[in-house]
């Protein structure tokens, strides 16, 4: 029977370029505001959402939802009023995070394998109800992002700017922690704790390479962002991998050859 | 309609237990075109923030335009050029997106930029003499260029008051011309005011109608003429200062050299 035959394969690559789509989009905003570590921060705080639903017996997903959403508002709320360097603040959030988490799951049963699927994310297992919610949480921080686009242009550029020129900075910050956390939540699925952070940064990385132009950098990451996603489950396909790590790694791959070949060009320049 | 643009009275801030701004009182008139002078640490930009609403005063009032300071909502009547504007960063932008900044701002949450938004980016970046480089990545730019799209950015929005942190600095004595120019010709055609904070003496003696020396307080204010002569500056920070002979030079601040 062919792959696209199975429902599970279908629902995975759905999910995929789901996840595909809003990383990327989220992800260029955080790396225009030198803030890249927050998706990672976020999904190694996550960790410790999943062991707490898991000793709570509740719905870890669920749970894993309201604790990213609330770490991500802490997180913004310390970087905001305290004045931490946002680099060192999230540091410190991910080591927290993945510790507390560790510990949490040291202290429940019932992980046994599936820490692996957390860690590295389980595409393959995704149920239709997953999808259905994927799809709703991809909905939703889209449209914000769509609605708020201009506002967070202005805002990545320059905060200080967008407040002195009188835009609702605070309103659009809040708007976009929680797309920040929904899309994190929903990469989680995808590529697990450990690599969520890569799936919102490496496709913008890629784009800001090509570019010239926010509005392209945008539309470049997005694209870049399912194409790894389409190419990486290919691949994990057809090599027999994991698609999380497959997909990473995909990804840096072409970030790396891109950076070859401007350094290539460089040096043709120079010589 | 209400001739005064900016109102401080008796402002006072003060950051970890250190005043930056003690009693502060000042105004600024439809028309006017005024420096702020004073040295590092005398609350310069500290004073355009609290103009700005960035920064609440523990004490004292703003009013901006007649209206209270706090509930001032149309943010967009006053145009920023921070100090190291042209710090955008290596994020791809190009310097059109960058203008545009400006407008959005004005536009507000929920209205798109129409034709007449265009045209008022495109004419400021005409003003600046940027537009042939309007498509081009603002990361690729000079200091000097990147510090025209700052200002092409705060004219986007067609301020009545222009409020500009050492705007002249990364610029050539070409672009600085350029720059004193157009806040001379905002000025006196468009009636736009102009608040800027300098260490350009030469600029102030030549270009601006009135002067204000600030040290956490205001030291003197008045004329230019006034306020170059008979050791004001010295005084101000304190260390003997010497006025340039020709335009365009900086303060010197050590005693015994001159530049």
């Known amino acids: 029977m062919d792959i696209w035959g ?51 017996n509740l719905s870890p997903h669920v749970i894993t939802l309201l604790v990213v959403v609330g770490a991500a508002f802490a997180v913004e709320w310390l970087r905001q009023r305290r004045r931490f360097h946002a680099d060192a603040l999230l540091a410190t959030v991910m080591a927290a995070g993945l510790s507390l988490g560790v510990i ?115 539309a470049t990451a997005v694209a870049a962002g399912i194409t790894l996603v389409l190419g990486g489950l290919h691949v994990a396909y057809v090599a027999d991998l994991p698609p999380g790590p497959a997909i990473v790694l995909l990804g840096v791959a072409v970030l790396a050859v891109i950076i070859i070949i401007e350094e290539f060009y460089k040096s043709l320049r120079r010589a | 309609m209400t001739d005064s643009v900016v ?24 028309g006017d075109f005024l420096a702020i002078l004073g040295p590092n640490g005398a609350g310069k930009t500290t004073l355009l923030k609290v103009i700005l609403g960035l920064y609440k005063p523990q004490a004292g009032e703003v009013r901006l335009f007649g209206v209270d300071g706090a509930h001032f909502r149309e943010r967009y009547r006053i145009g920023y050029v921070p100090q190291k504007a042209g710090a955008f960063g290596d994020f791809p932008a190009t310097v059109w997106e960058v203008v545009s900044a400006g407008r959005i701002a004005r536009a507000g949450l929920w209205r798109r930029l129409g034709a007449s938004d265009k045209e008022e980016i495109n004419r400021a970046l005409g003003m600046l003499g940027i537009t042939e480089i309007a498509h081009r990545p603002v990361r ?120």
């Open chain 2, 7 to 30: 109102s401080l009275k008796d402002v006072c801030l003060a950051f970890n237990g250190g005043a930056v701004l003690e009693g502060v009182s000042l105004q600024v008139r439809r």
């Open chain 1, 104 to 218: 949490l799951v040291s202290k429940s049963r019932g992980f046994g394998a599936d820490l692996t699927g957390f860690l590295f994310g389980s595409l393959l297992t995704i149920s239709p109800i997953d999808l259905q919610m994927i799809a709703l949480l991809v909905l939703v921080a889209a449209g914000t992002v769509f609605l708020f686009y201009k506002h967070l242009f202005v805002i990545a550029l320059d905060e200080e700017y967008a407040r002195a020129a009188g835009l609702k900075v605070t309103l659009v910050n809040t708007a976009f922690i929680l797309v920040a956390a929904l899309t994190v939540a929903v990469a989680l699925r995808a590529v697990g704790v450990l690599l969520t952070g890569a799936l919102v940064v490496v496709p913008v990385l890629i784009a800001v390479r090509v570019n010239r132009s926010f509005r392209g950098t945008v």
């Open chain 2, 140 to 259: 690729a730019l000079s200091g000097g260029q990147r510090q025209r799209v700052a200002i092409a950015r705060a004219l986007a929005a067609g301020p009545e008051l222009l409020l500009l942190d050492e705007a002249a600095e990364g610029l050539d004595a070409a672009g600085e011309e350029v720059f004193y120019g157009l806040l001379e010709r905002l000025n006196r055609e468009q009636g736009v005011s102009i608040v800027l904070v300098t260490h350009d003496i030469g600029a102030v003696s030549r270009r601006v109608k009135r002067v204000i020396c600030l040290n956490r307080r205001v030291v003197f204010a008045g004329g230019p003429e006034e306020c170059l002569e008979n050791g004001k500056l010295s005084l101000l920070y304190g260390t003997p200062v010497y006025v340039p002979a020709r335009a365009g030079r900086r303060v010197q601040k050590k005693s015994g050299r001159r530049r």
């Open chain 1, 6 to 56: 199975y429902g599970f394969f279908i629902r995975a690559v759905a999910a995929g370029v789901l996840c595909g789509f809003a990383c990327p989009l989220v992800g260029v905003f955080l790396v225009a505001r030198r803030y890249s570590f927050f998706a990672d921060a976020l999904a190694h705080i996550a960790l410790a959402g999943v062991a707490l639903g898991i000793i709570l």
